[in-house]
Structure formats: C-alpha cells, structure tokens
C-alpha cells in the first residue's frame, strides 16, 4: 500500500501539532506505525491521501452509524450554515435535539448539550457533587470517560483506597477523590464504598465497556449498581457517550431495563458535529445554572449545525427496522471474525454487544480491566497492520471498539471476513 502523501504529512504535522494528532490514539502509537491521513469518506468507506480506500469500523469513533455522508444528514446540515454557524443565543432546534432524546431515553427528564463528551461527563459528576453535597466519586479501571481531571485516576497501589494521578499535571490532591473499582466486581464496589461511607457523590461506569475493547456487564453487575446507589444516596451515572443510540435507540439503560438517575451522551448525537448532552432526573438537572447554583457552560453548547446533523441522524435511527438490520450485519461480521480466528487456530476471545464488537488477542475470557490487558498486543498490532493492507481499518489499538455501520453491505462485511481469514493464517 503506497501512503507517501501521508508519511509526509504525518512528518509536517509533528512541526505544528504535538504528536502530529488532535487526539492521542489517532497517532498509531499502539501498533507502532504511522497515521494515515483521510481525505474524504463516504458511506462505510474512507479515503486515504493516497487514494487508498478503506471499509471504515472505526466510524469516527462511534458517531457515524449511518455511515459517512448520508445524504439527508449532509443535505440538512448545508440548509442549516445558509442561516448561519453559530448564535450563542437560544434556538428551536436545541429543543427538538432535547425532545427527542428525553422521548428515546425514559430516565433523562432534562438534559443539557455541550460540545463533547469530556464536557458531558465532567458536568454531569459536578452536577452530582452539587446536588449530593459529597466530594467523592467511583469510577472503573479500563473505563474511560474522557480527559478531566478527576477522570485521569488510576486505583491507589495496595489497599490505599483513594486514587492518584493517571496524567501529570493532574493533583494528587484532586486525584484522591476519585475511587477506583474493578469493572464487573459488585465486591470491589461494595467494599469502597463501605470504606467510603456517605462521601460518594456518584458512581460513573460504561454500561457497556468501550474503551478497554468491548465489554459487556456480567449478569447481576449494573442490577447491582442501581441497588448499591439507591441504598447509599449515590448518584448513578450511565456514561453512554459511546453506546447511546449505538446498540439501541434508548442505548444500554433499554437493552437491560437498568435505569441511571443520569445520562452523558455525545457522538451519535451530533451526527459527526462536535456535541455531547447530559441528563437525568429533573431534581438533579433544575440545579444546574441558571435555574439552579451548580455553573457549567460552552459558547458553542447546543451549536446549530450539531442539533440540526443530530436531529437528521436521531430520525432515520427511528425509522423501523433499523437495530435490527444492524444487529444482523453486525453478528454477522463479528461472528465471521471470531470463525476465522478459529480455523486459523489462533485464539481470540470475541465480544460483541449490538453494532459494538471486539477481538480480544487472548484465549481467555476478557471481562474487565486486568483480563483486557493480558491480551497479545504485539499480535494485535500485527493483525492491524495486515488488515490494513486488505483494506480494512480498524480501530488502531487492542483496547478500542470495532463500530458496524448501516451502510456497510453484505460484500463488505464479506470481504473483512475474508482478509480476517487470511490474516489470522499469516500471524
Ligand atoms: P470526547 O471528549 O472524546 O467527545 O468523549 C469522551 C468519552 C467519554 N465517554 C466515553 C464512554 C467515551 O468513549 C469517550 C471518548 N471515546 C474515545 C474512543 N475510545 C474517543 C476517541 C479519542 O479519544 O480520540
């Protein structure tokens, strides 16, 4: 595969940009090779600036489940700039967005856009501080919830209960505060929490792990968070940034009746444009300023583009028929995957919640953070790079999430099946 315009590109971007990316796992670090730069996309494919094509799972992280430039989102957003970017003032279609995911998420009575995940997750633990009155929070290890400060916190070493910096320039003072359990383990949660009594403001988890590759809850495991946090006056935050809207209309909270008194989205809801929106019970959310003294704000939140690309994309979603078709072709591809691993004789461990999937480089099962790091990266980075070279793009890291798009057909599903059983042999 020739990919000189992207060596070179990727060589003036180191100049001007740290790492020459925007965001740090675009860089290819993991599987120690160099970025490509894309060009353009179109339905499941992208284009590199080498004219490579490629079938695309990693779908802008999450966002592009229609696939890339689906016309009647592109049409409405090209409307939409014609009447201006951006207002910093309110308008209607802040409040379509808002109605329509109160109308597909039962458990958000109110919600508030902001312009990114990260924003939505560290809004969302404040607004639970505040409404609390505690300082601690609980979070995962292998769970990722974007980049704020109380968010880069790894478990303390030994039985140290309170956490410590996972990034410099993050306090240790801050870091303290954040609890670290083990992902699927109600006995770790349990024993922090005791350990913690009354000073827990939140819990924050993936219902559906995607940041540690994909891992679904054990049964019991989210039933259990609901109850440990009705028990203890803890708030319980769903971040489904990722899995809204992605393995159902209602995300996780519907597909296992579990239901948060919060919710952080992002992604699938801007329909590509740069959102996030967090949300939940209305006594929680009416704290927030200015109806309320908890203070968060974004010149560009509920911008007019992302509500009016989120609108278009939040519709066809609606239209029936559409998770099962994606829950079809995404059994399909994934289950092709894991075949193909099997007759090569190479042990993978397969997961897969709706259009979420993930080949984990391990013949042992995977269901938490120290299971997922055990997995063959070296192998991992080799498959990457081979299915590359079919044509395939995948999520450039052991520890992300393989994302089915509606616009993927049936011969490209195929066609990755087939370079997977290729690869596989040659590992
Ligand atoms: P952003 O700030 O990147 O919009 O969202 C942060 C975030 C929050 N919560 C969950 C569950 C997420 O998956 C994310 C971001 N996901 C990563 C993919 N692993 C974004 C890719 C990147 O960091 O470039």
Redesign the pocket.
Known sequence: MQNSRSTKLFQQALQSIPGGVN????AFRSVGSDPLFIKKAAGPRIYDEDGNAFIDYVGS??PMILGHCHPQVVAAIKAAVDNGASFGAPTELEITLAEMVIDAVPSIEMVRMVS??????MSAIRLARGYTGRDNILKFSG?????SDALLVKAGSGAATFGVPDSPGVPADLAKHTLTAIYNDLDSVRALVAANKGSIACIIV?PVA??MGTVPPKEGFLEGLRSICSEEGIVLIF?????GFRVAYGGVQELYGVTPDMT?L??IIGGGLPV?AFGGKKEIMSLLSPAGGVYQAGTLSGNPLAMTAGIETLKLLKQPGFYQKLEEKSAFVAEGIAKAAKDAGFPIYSTRVGSMFCAFFSKDPVYDWDSAAKCDTKAFAAYFKAMLNEGIYLAPSQF??AFVGISHSTEDLEQTIAAAAKCFKAL
Do not use: F, Q
């Open positions: 965001s740090p796992v675009r992280w999450g990114s995940g990260t924003e939505a997750t769970c990722y919830h974007g980049h993936e995607g940041n971040d489904e940034v990722m899995s952080t992002g992604k996030g992300e999430t």
